[in-house]
């Protein structure tokens, strides 16, 4: 039986929503008044104002949260008795991020003159400083409070994950991820300002069109189907296109003529430049199909089936000495050691793998592979050239710079991995 968002959720989002518009606001008013071109004083006078402020508001969101669980649980008829009871204090020493939350507010005065630095007038860098702050707040407060209810979820071990929940208006991103369901110990995907949710759930127990993505698609109007998805790629779903693949290639771009044969996958021509080529609607579907963005019916999850649950492409699909083990022992624990490269993203290997291979460059020695590798017995080991060394280098300056430019946008999975192997970001 598939039952409508539970009263809890719907609640709870909302007193959500009112502590973190409420908190962001009077962070902004306080700016508005007090933050001036003279930029290091007048921060400096109101910072502890600000600091005290977002801590309140987070001190809310936490309290709040911790309802939350046992509300939802108790109307969807859920079992799910704690191991423990969640201390609100531990989320709050820090920002979500773990470091100083002071530190990061501190931020505001950096884009206000790296805005002048631009060329931009005293008003406009405020207007810059007031925007990023609003926008950090509102995420250090989604955050805060999400981190409470993943804490309480995984305290609950008959509660084996949840479904994420859109909280409109939405993001073409986060539509895609409406009603998926997700281990307990998954990360929460979310850029700045996301405020999906968790709807805590042994199997999806939400069925509006907060977690279905076609739901919430055909909800909308023309004009904003047009604004979220763009023109080209509204009009593809409303054809029929997967809307998984339409949004994907988006924000991913087209696949290679490999991937293509292997997984059907569009790598010639995007939703755009059919609907520039077909003339007609006839055959601007059968562009649609041939290129892989009709596939089926529109379902939610969508209908192309593969290996959902696999050990993943490391290891030949876990078949390498220890992968297939350690995958595992991650599901069955749901803890995974962020230093075992047969459990990381492929973000945290390409972090990861930089690192280790720019520590091993640097004693003199070319790095032939990452960890051990029993081929390695029987070779000399290499004296790295400067040009070898200075390709490692380049590499491993590149992941370093991704991370110090979007942290707000790199999974904390990533910046932990980055503060255990000692990368100062």
Same mark, same amino acid.
């Given at each position: 039986?598939?039952?409508?968002t ?12 009112q502590i973190?518009? #409420? ?7 306080? @700016? ?8 290091d004083?007048?921060?400096?006078? =109101? ?11 987070r001190?809310?969101?936490a %309290?709040?949260? &911790?309802?939350y669980i ?8 859920q ?6 009871v ?7 020493a820090?920002?979500p991020?773990?470091?100083? =939350? ?6 505001a ?5 790296q ?11 405020l ?12 995420t250090?407060m989604?955050d805060t409070?999400r ?9 609950r ?8 929940m859109?909280n409109?208006?939405?993001?073409d991103?986060c539509?895609?991820?409406?009603? #998926?369901w997700?281990?307990w ?5 979310? *850029? ?6 968790? &709807?805590?759930a ?5 069925g509006?069109y907060?977690t279905d993505?076609?739901?919430y698609? *055909?909800?909308?109007?023309?004009e904003?189907q047009?604004?979220?998805?763009? #023109?080209?790629?509204?009009?593809? &779903? ?7 693949r339409?949004v994907?290639?988006?924000t991913?771009? =087209?696949?290679?003529?490999?991937s ?6 569009? *790598? ?31 379902v939610?999850g969508g ?7 696999? @050990?993943g ?15 595992? %022992? ?20 390409? @972090?990861?793998?930089?690192?280790i291979?720019?520590?091993? %460059? ?10 051990a590798?029993?081929?390695? #017995? ?10 070898? @060394?200075?390709? !490692?280098?380049?590499q491993?300056?590149d992941?370093?710079?991704k991370?110090?430019a ?7 999975s990533v ?7 000692? !990368?100062? &970001?």
């Amino acid at each position: 039986m598939i039952l409508a968002t539970p009263e809890a959720t719907r609640t709870y989002y909302r007193t959500q929503q009112q502590i973190a518009g #409420k908190t962001a606001s009077a962070a902004d008013r306080l @700016l508005r008044r007090r933050l001036t071109d003279d930029f290091d004083s007048s921060w400096s006078r =109101l910072r502890p104002d600000l600091l005290a402020l977002v801590s309140t508001g987070r001190a809310a969101a936490a %309290a709040s949260a &911790i309802d939350y669980i046992p509300a939802v649980l108790d109307e969807t008829g859920q079992r799910g008795d704690p191991t423990g009871v969640i201390d609100t204090a531990g989320f709050l020493a820090t920002a979500p991020d773990g470091r100083d =939350l002071g530190t990061l507010l501190d931020e505001a005065t950096i884009r206000a003159k790296q805005a002048v630095g631009r060329g931009l007038a005293a008003t406009e860098a405020l207007t810059a400083a007031r925007r990023w702050t609003t926008g950090t707040v509102l995420t250090v407060m989604a955050d805060t409070s999400r981190g409470v209810v993943a804490a309480d979820i995984a305290q609950r071990p008959t509660i084996t994950g949840y479904v994420r929940m859109l909280n409109p208006p939405s993001c073409d991103r986060c539509v895609i991820l409406a009603g #998926k369901w997700f281990r307990w110990n998954e990360g929460f995907q979310r *850029h700045p300002r996301c405020d999906c949710r968790h &709807i805590p759930a042994s199997e999806d127990v939400a069925g509006d069109y907060r977690t279905d993505p076609y739901e919430y698609f *055909h909800s909308l109007s023309t004009e904003d189907q047009y604004r979220i998805f763009g #023109k080209s790629n509204a009009r593809a &779903i409303t054809e029929g296109a997967d809307i998984y693949r339409v949004v994907n290639i988006n924000t991913r771009g =087209l696949g290679t003529v490999k991937s293509a044969r292997k997984y059907g996958t569009p *790598h010639r021509m995007t939703p755009d430049d059919i609907f520039k080529v077909a003339g007609t609607r006839t055959n601007a579907i059968r562009l649609l199909e041939r290129e892989g963005y009709i596939t089926g019916p529109q379902v939610r999850g969508g209908n192309i089936l593969g290996q959902r649950e696999g @050990l993943g492409q490391f290891g030949k699909g876990g078949k390498a000495r220890g992968a297939s083990d350690a995958v595992r %022992a991650a599901r069955e624990t749901g803890v995974r050691d962020p230093l075992n490269r047969y459990t990381m993203t492929a973000a945290e290997r390409r @972090l990861y793998d930089a690192k280790i291979r720019m520590d091993i %460059a640097n004693t003199g020695v070319f790095p032939r592979s990452i960890g051990a590798n029993s081929a390695d #017995k029987y070779v000399r080991p290499q004296p790295i050239t400067d040009r070898q @060394l200075q390709t !490692i280098r380049q590499q491993y300056d590149d992941e370093v710079r991704k991370l110090r430019a979007n942290p707000e946008r790199t999974p904390e999975s990533v910046r932990t991995l980055a503060r255990l192997l000692g !990368i100062n &970001i």
